[in-house]
């Protein structure tokens, strides 16, 4: 089973359609299954880019609606299917499948009915065409041993697209979450257990901020200078994210610098980070560096103000009034950080903290919440 999993314009349905057209060559029987039976008509069938427009002209189907049945001159069958029908599946067999939009069904049983139902030839085959989504039914085609699953992006079929909704739709959406899974076709899903959730990011995520009365850096180096290689990737980044206090009294979060390497990589990225965002004190945890982590910083700019920390209480303590913030609408993203938010959105308390999190909790608390949280000056 292939799966395509992609954005919106991509060509999921131009994908089926000629895949549908192949198969018929070989395939006596073809279920077409949509959510509703107008998307399978109106789709899959009658769209721009369905069976019927992408048809050559020596193997075009003949389509009688009322049967919902398509023949073609080979005497190849494809019959339609609504997947908020499921019973319709229950009794007819196929060797070949096109399921569209698999991630919008209302009843996934209807899948359930397919499998049961591709059983003629020797080798049945189905092609799911969908914008991907976090449900169950979804999770187990792609866990399936034999699924191929391949992915796109709403951009790599700009060429064929309008400008306009390039525009306006992209433009809005890029980066977020919704922009995510509907553009990027990515699977997007919050760790249920996590302080923070997507939504509420997004619903407060802003292209422009207020008048600045205070900007920090926040920083929560590397255990060691050698963690990048020992640690293969995963947590091998001094975190440094910057964040402003509004004219209006909510955060700004404004950039996200974040490197891997040495202490004079990142060392000289805070630096940078500092002076671009004019920024008025950089706020790093010291508890696993100590002295280090200031004298990288006040080697390489001794101009630079440094305020350290030291975590006194666990992270959990520290990071729950930060995401309180998120939840009261007080703190804004400017723009999109994508692994930020998803270390922020996976993150369970318990588990060893990220470093873009940890960054991004010392400089709301610095600039929101001083003297709370379990922390204080070094």
């Given at each position: 089973m292939c799966c395509f999993l992609a954005g919106?314009?991509?060509g999921k349905t131009r994908v089926g359609a000629e895949w549908t057209h192949e198969t018929t060559l070989t395939v006596g029987r073809v279920a077409l299954v949509a959510p509703t039976a107008a998307d399978v008509r109106?789709?899959?069938?009658?769209?721009?880019?369905?069976?019927?427009?992408?048809?050559?002209?020596?193997?075009?189907?003949?389509?009688?609606?009322s049967?919902?049945?398509?023949?073609w001159p080979n005497g190849a069958i494809a019959t339609t299917y609504s997947a908020d029908e499921p019973d319709r599946l229950r009794g007819p067999q196929h060797g070949a499948a096109w399921a569209d939009e698999v991630a919008a069904w209302k009843r996934p049983e209807a899948w359930d009915m397919l499998m049961f139902g591709?059983?003629?030839?020797?080798?049945?085959?189905?092609?799911?065409?969908?914008?991907?989504?976090?449900?169950?039914?979804?999770?187990?085609?792609?866990?399936?041993?034999h699924t191929v699953i391949i992915r796109g992006r709403t951009k790599d079929n700009a060429?064929?697209?309008?400008?306009?909704?390039?525009?306006?739709?992209?433009?809005?959406?890029?980066?977020?979450?919704?922009?995510r899974q509907e553009l990027d076709g990515e699977d997007i899903e919050d760790n249920p257990g996590a302080l923070w959730k997507r939504a509420s990011i997004d619903d407060n995520r802003v292209m422009k901020h207020p008048d600045l009365v205070r900007v920090v850096v926040g920083v929560d180096p590397m255990a060691s200078a050698d963690a990048a290689s020992e640690i293969d990737g995963e947590g091998s980044e001094t975190g440094i994210v910057v964040a402003g206090l509004g004219v209006d009294g909510h955060g700004y979060i404004l950039d996200d610098p974040s490197v891997g390497g040495s202490p004079d990589t990142w060392g000289r990225a805070v630096v940078t980070a500092y002076h671009r965002n004019h920024a008025d004190r950089v706020v790093p945890e010291v508890n696993n560096g100590g002295d280090m982590v200031v004298y990288v910083i006040e080697t390489i700019d001794d101009t630079v103000a440094v305020k350290p920390v030291r975590a006194s209480r666990g992270k959990a303590t520290r990071a729950?009034?930060?995401?309180?913030?998120?939840?009261?609408?007080?703190?804004?993203h400017v723009g999109t950080f994508g692994i930020l938010e998803d270390q922020m959105c996976q993150w369970m308390p318990g588990q060893k903290s990220p470093d873009r999190m940890d960054a991004l909790v010392w400089a709301l608390t610095e600039l929101?919440?001083?003297?709370?949280?379990?922390?204080?000056?070094?």
């Open positions: 919106r314009g991509w109106d789709v899959m069938v009658e769209g721009e880019s369905g069976i019927l427009a992408t048809a050559p002209p020596n193997h075009r189907p003949l389509y009688e609606p049967k919902r049945r398509l023949t591709l059983r003629l030839g020797s080798d049945p085959r189905a092609v799911v065409t969908t914008t991907p989504k976090q449900v169950p039914h979804m999770r187990a085609i792609k866990k399936a041993p060429a064929n697209l309008a400008p306009a909704f390039l525009t306006a739709i992209v433009s809005k959406y890029e980066g977020t979450r919704l922009g729950e009034p930060v995401a309180a913030l998120y939840e009261q609408g007080r703190v804004h929101m919440l001083e003297g709370a949280g379990g922390w204080h000056v070094a």
